[in-house]
């Protein structure tokens, strides 16, 4: 199983990005599929997640600003983050039983 991120990048505060995560190595990917970030020093933690029927659970930091979502045919995973602020600068991953390789989230003042 491969788990490809992208979409990352530098972007000023207030502004948007939306990660992607595809799947590949698997016909089915039923189980909950997730986001999670981590900086330098501190642990990873869980941004979003979302269930094989599309319900997500976020983390309080991101409600109201990110939404998760999937489509299960093309085993693909999006992160839209919107009104993004400086401390959500991050290496962000997505998983599905197994960690994808990350991308890089920067958000500037």
């Known amino acids: 199983v491969q788990l490809q991120a992208s979409g990352g990048g530098l972007v000023q505060a207030g502004g948007s990005l939306r990660l992607s995560c595809i799947i590949s190595?698997?016909?089915?990917?039923?189980?909950?599929m997730g986001w999670y970030r981590q900086v330098p020093g501190k642990w990873r933690e869980m941004v979003a997640v979302?269930?094989?029927?599309?319900?997500?659970l976020y983390a309080d930091f991101v409600k109201g600003r990110f939404t998760i979502s999937r489509d299960n045919i093309n085993k693909t995973a999006w992160l839209q983050m919107n009104n993004l602020k400086p401390e959500d600068t991050a290496v962000y991953y997505c998983s599905w039983y197994e960690w994808g390789q990350g991308t890089q989230v920067t958000v500037s003042s």
């Open positions: 190595g698997r016909s089915d990917v039923s189980g909950g």
């Open positions: 979302v269930t094989s029927d599309g319900s997500p």
